[in-house]
């Protein structure tokens, strides 16, 4: 792998990690990269994971999905919390929260709009039918678009 490649893509990893750095409070980012997903927090003050090497093993991660294509969610926890019936019956608070979308292809990131993060989420991919929206999630277009 050449030089400038390596520092095009460093680069880029840079980027996106300031870009989701920006979006304010708590977040759990899924990454999938074929069928294997990986999950890290990333908390209100910055801090990626919970240990001194879960910034670098996640952009380790990231450089692989810019190398072998993939896709990324970003569900940010927001301050309003809204009462809601669980499926045993039971009633809990729960976080209203924001979901953000990038995809990797071709050795590069972009963010998804709002509406293609809903048409995601809310369609069956075997069958194409429509899925009840999630209570409480709010799908919103990625900071870099």
Not at 23 to 39: E, M, S, V
Not at 71 to 79: C, E, H, K, P, Y
Request: hydrophobic share 40%.
């Amino acid at each position: 792998m050449n030089s400038q490649l390596i520092h095009n893509q460093s680069q880029s990893i840079e980027i996106l990690l300031d870009h989701i750095l920006k979006i304010p409070g708590d977040k759990i980012i899924t990454l999938a990269i074929g069928n294997q997903p990986f999950t890290v927090d990333i908390q209100a003050n910055g801090q990626i994971g919970y240990d001194v090497g879960h910034k670098q093993l996640f952009a380790a991660k990231l450089y692989r999905a810019l190398a072998e294509g993939g896709g990324m969610t970003i569900r940010q926890f927001l301050a309003i919390k809204v009462s809601r019936k669980f499926k045993n019956e039971e009633k809990g608070w729960l976080p209203e929260k924001n979901l953000y979308g990038v995809v990797f292809q071709n050795g590069e990131w972009v963010g998804l709009e709002a509406e293609a993060m809903q048409q995601a989420h809310e369609t069956d991919a075997s069958t194409g039918e429509p899925l009840p929206r999630e209570e409480g999630m709010h799908y919103q277009t990625f900071p870099a678009c």
